[in-house]
């Protein structure tokens, strides 16, 4: 694609200065096209473009583009039509909204378009493409609807206009410093400047934050505006954390005031006193004095402190931290606990210069305009990794990780797999599974792949014993840290793995060879349409279990009750569940796995036995403590 001028002078040739934009929309074009769900009512490309099939040095980029150009929201009557030149530039001129005269050059013959144009094109698809990632990460979040992703990313499009304004180009000077939580508590802050947001975090949000602190993990950067020498500074990132900070230890402005008050109308009570040095105390005297039961509602809406968490799902675990829980932080003021490599006591972590440092950006010349700017570029430069990418990188060092990002089939295709992961080497047909998802419809974008592969081997193997219900990032988190944290794990062994990912590889296979049993009602559009999620996770987890119990027979019964299992996953009882959330969603997918079971006449307890045999656990006996009764569905 790459274009080169020769020098008259010197016979050198060099790039075309457009060939960097080029190769951007090129790239963008082919992550488009790999997406296999979409908003509503956005159309997904007929099939995947390579990036060096958009040859952007003639006509052919534009039925490239035309194939991808729902994701770039353009806002026209009629769609950019696959074929004919000048309707296709007319109508993406216009969605760029320029005019022919600032988009066309019609110096040369056929006109091209302007490098204005094609700057605006590359802005705008770049746009579309983090756009696109939001919402598939959306639609993997437990409880996202499909209508509300693609609300999120209507509302996404609506409030932003890529390309349409330029950032300031005035000088912005600013500092980086480090510093004690007591330095930002007891400075001069506004914490609502215009450009702020409201406040959004829950209490929970607020404890996490500080138990973080207490526990000596880093924050991100505070990042404040200073506006004039007597003026308080402006906050222009960071607010959520400074808020559950100055809270915490009972530092908010709009507390003391409110507290301050009450102190004058009720003189000689000690409640500013109390507010500062005993909280529960203050607590009853507010109570009695001002008639109001200081409820954790109310102590939000006042900015008064709160409680720490006080569970076990929080991060205050081992002796000094967990007699922490459920305490204000006047009753732990004198608590002795291990921060930045230091033993100090709680006060001292918030009130004194310690070696727990928080990172401070000051802006010391910049207006509000360029603040705004400043936002842009952190949200243009910003990657957000997805919890998949961050369990990658936190299971990096099991060789499961890498087993199941290469048979998943999202690992580097140049790679071989027994590199990536020596227990494949002697897995037959291991693109068995890549293949399947491909099938499925299921893309590559974003670790998809790799995740419902984590989601499907945490239902087998993971026995949860009775505990909560939980996410299904966290099921996946505490598969992967009980291999990782058990250096006896059966799937620590290399032998092992093999035996898995050949079970798993001939599961997908019967999976995916028998099409007929699985009703379009499992399927967005229909009969080779892509998959559900919830109903691939369940008939697959139903499958592998079949495998285990009956290995030797199991295709033969498949063939035997394919009318049967067609006729269950059509049936109401299968249909795809309205509700949402986390217990509905786990209820669903556990009468799927049983129900296949069970038509293909298998015993779930010798299938599980079966699966823990072979590898040292199984799941199906927690999986079926999620089937809820049917009033509670």
Same mark, same amino acid.
């Given at each position: 694609m790459t274009e080169h001028i020769e020098h008259e002078d010197d016979g050198l040739e060099e790039e075309d200065p457009r060939a960097p934009l080029w190769e951007s929309i090129a790239n963008a074009i082919a992550t488009l096209s790999d997406a296999t769900d979409a908003p509503t009512g956005v159309r997904v490309a007929s099939s995947y473009i390579r990036s060096d099939e958009v040859d952007m040095t003639s006509d052919a980029w534009m039925p490239k583009l035309a194939q991808v150009q729902d994701w770039l929201n353009l806002g026209l009557s009629r769609r950019l039509p696959d074929a004919g030149r000048d309707a296709f530039l007319a109508g993406l001129i216009s969605g760029l909204e320029l005019d022919s005269a600032e988009a066309l050059d019609t110096s040369v013959s056929p006109s091209q378009i302007t490098p204005l144009a094609l700057e605006r094109l590359s802005q705008r698809i770049e746009f579309a493409v983090r756009?696109?990632?939001?919402?598939?990460?959306?639609?993997?979040?437990?409880?996202?609807?499909?209508?509300?992703?693609?609300?999120?990313?209507?509302?996404?499009?609506?409030?932003?206009?890529?390309?349409?304004?330029?950032?300031?180009?005035?000088?912005?000077?600013?500092?980086?410093?480090?510093?004690?939580?007591?330095?930002?508590?007891?400075?001069?802050?506004?914490?609502?400047?215009s450009y702020q947001r409201g406040d959004v975090w829950t209490t929970n949000d607020r404890q996490a934050l500080i138990e973080s602190v207490l526990r000596g993990i880093p924050l991100p950067s505070i990042i404040l505006r200073e506006v004039g020498p007597s003026d308080p500074h402006e906050v222009v990132d960071g607010k959520q954390r400074l808020t559950g900070l100055l809270r915490f230890v009972g530092s908010h402005p709009a507390a003391l005031e409110k507290v301050k008050a009450a102190d004058a109308r009720h003189p000689a009570k000690d409640l500013l006193k109390n507010f500062k040095e005993d909280y529960p105390r203050f607590k009853r005297a507010w109570k009695s004095l001002e008639g109001e039961n200081l409820t954790a509602a109310l102590e939000n809406d006042y900015y008064f402190p709160f409680k720490l968490r006080n569970n076990d799902s929080g991060g205050l675990k081992g002796p000094a931290l967990a007699a922490l829980q459920?305490?204000?932080?006047?009753?732990?003021?004198?608590?002795?606990?291990?921060?930045?490599?230091?033993?100090?006591?709680?006060?001292?972590?918030?009130?004194?210069?310690?070696?727990?440092?928080?990172?401070?950006?000051?802006?010391?010349?910049?207006?509000?305009?360029?603040?705004?700017?400043?936002f842009k570029l952190y949200n243009k430069q910003g990657v957000h990794l997805n919890a998949e990418e961050i369990r990658n990188a936190a299971f990096h060092e099991i060789e499961l990780t890498a087993a199941i990002l290469t048979a998943a089939g999202d690992a580097d295709p140049r790679v071989p797999a027994a590199n990536i992961a020596p227990s494949l080497a002697n897995v037959s047909d291991l693109k068995t599974i890549g293949?399947?998802?491909?099938?499925?419809?299921?893309?590559?974008?974003?670790?998809?792949?790799? &995740?419902?592969?984590?989601?499907?081997?945490?239902?087998?193997?993971?026995?949860?014993?009775?505990?909560?219900?939980?996410?299904?990032?966290?099921?996946?988190?505490?598969?992967?840290?009980?291999?990782?944290?058990?250096?006896?794990?059966?799937?620590?062994?290399?032998?092992?793995?093999?035996?898995?990912?050949?079970?798993?590889?001939?599961?997908?296979?019967?999976?995916?060879?028998?099409?007929?049993?699985?009703?379009?009602?499992?399927?967005d559009g229909g009969k080779g349409a892509k998959w559900q999620e919830l109903q691939l996770v369940g008939s697959m987890v139903g499958v592998a279990?079949?495998?285990?119990?009956?290995?030797?027979?199991?295709?033969?019964?498949?063939?035997? &009750?394919?009318?049967?299992?067609? %006729?269950?996953?059509?049936?109401?009882?299968?249909?795809?569940?309205?509700?949402?959330?986390?217990?509905?969603?786990?209820?669903?997918? %556990?009468?799927? %796995?049983?129900?296949?079971?069970?038509?293909?006449?298998?015993?779930?307890?010798?299938?599980?036995?079966?699966?823990?045999?072979?590898?040292?656990?199984?799941?199906?006996?927690?999986?079926?403590?999620?089937?809820?009764? &049917?009033?509670?569905?």
């Open positions: 756009l696109q990632k939001a919402f598939a990460e959306d639609m993997e979040s437990d409880g996202v609807t499909r209508a509300s992703a693609t609300s999120n990313w209507t509302n996404a499009w609506e409030e932003s206009d890529p390309g349409s304004d330029q950032l300031s180009t005035e000088p912005v000077t600013a500092t980086a410093d480090v510093v004690s939580i007591n330095e930002l508590t007891t400075s001069d802050l506004n914490l609502t400047p459920g305490k204000y932080y006047t009753q732990i003021l004198k608590n002795v606990i291990k921060v930045a490599g230091s033993e100090m006591t709680v006060e001292k972590l918030f009130t004194k210069t310690t070696a727990y440092k928080v990172p401070v950006i000051r802006y010391t010349q910049a207006d509000p305009r360029q603040i705004h700017d400043v293949d399947s998802f491909e099938g499925y419809g299921i893309g590559r974008a974003r670790y998809r792949r790799t &995740k419902i592969l984590s989601w499907i081997l945490s239902l087998l193997l993971l026995d949860t014993e009775g505990q909560k219900v939980k996410s299904t990032a966290r099921q996946i988190d505490e598969f992967m840290t009980r291999v990782q944290d058990d250096k006896q794990d059966p799937l620590r062994d290399r032998q092992v793995l093999t035996d898995l990912f050949g079970w798993l590889t001939r599961a997908f296979d019967l999976h995916a060879r028998h099409p007929e049993v699985w009703s379009e009602k499992f399927m279990f079949a495998l285990a119990a009956s290995p030797d027979d199991v295709e033969e019964r498949i063939v035997q &009750k394919a009318n049967d299992i067609l %006729a269950a996953t059509g049936s109401e009882e299968w249909e795809r569940i309205g509700n949402a959330q986390t217990k509905s969603q786990w209820d669903y997918i %556990a009468r799927i %796995a049983k129900g296949v079971l069970t038509l293909l006449d298998l015993d779930p307890s010798q299938a599980s036995e079966a699966v823990r045999d072979r590898f040292g656990s199984s799941g199906y006996k927690s999986l079926e403590k999620m089937i809820l009764p &049917k009033k509670d569905r």
